[in-house]
């Protein structure tokens, strides 16, 4: 089941809720996210919390790389 369309837009708070709720990250969660930051102008300080969250759960083993 595909909780999204390529053409409805995500937020860049709901992509990470979604990696954190599960403890992984997928490829298309990886290319999600990549086209949700690049689609921003910029980064609030919130979301480069969140960001920076990621990173460290996964250098912390805390979220999982999967394909």
Do not use: C, H, W, Y
Not at 39 to 53: D, F, H, M, V
């Amino acid at each position: 089941m595909q909780a999204t369309s390529s053409s409805i837009p995500l937020s860049l708070e709901t992509v990470l809720e979604r990696i954190f709720a599960i403890g992984r990250i997928t490829r298309r969660d990886q290319q999600l996210l990549m086209s949700t930051l690049l689609s921003k102008e910029g980064l609030n300080e919130r979301e480069r919390q969140q960001i920076s969250r990621i990173f460290d759960g996964i250098q912390r083993g805390l979220l999982k790389v999967v394909d």
